[in-house]
């Protein structure tokens, strides 16, 4: 299982940018995949998470301006973020689980000015 983050950047605040999770291994229509975040200091977060039968949840803190969604045909799964604000300054990861183990793609930095 091979999960490669990618399309983060700098960006000023009210801006938009989207993530995009490049996976193998695994068929994402029937995974449940997730979004997560790490900002300096503090402890890696859930943004949003994606059901194999395509409900979305989001952290309260993203909810309304975060949308996550995935193609299958491209076993890629998207993080579509606006509205940025400097506290959503972080490294994103994507997330599987996969029968009980935890799969990590290395992460992509998203830096918000102000």
């Known amino acids: 299982v091979q999960l490669q983050a990618y399309g983060g950047g700098l960006v000023q605040a009210g801006g938009s940018l989207r993530l995009s999770c490049a996976t193998s291994g695994i068929i994402i229509s029937v995974s449940n995949m997730g979004w997560y975040r790490q900002a300096p200091g503090k402890q890696r977060e859930l943004v949003a998470r994606?059901?194999?039968?395509?409900?979305?949840n989001y952290a309260d803190s993203v909810q309304g301006r975060f949308t996550i969604s995935r193609d299958n045909a491209k076993n890629t799964v998207y993080l579509q973020m606006n509205s940025l604000k400097p506290e959503d300054t972080a490294v994103y990861y994507c997330?599987?689980?996969?029968?009980?183990?935890?799969?990590w793609g290395k992460g992509t930095q998203v830096t918000v000015s102000s």
């Open positions: 997330n599987t689980f996969q029968r009980g183990v935890a799969y």
């Open positions: 994606l059901t194999s039968f395509g409900s979305a």
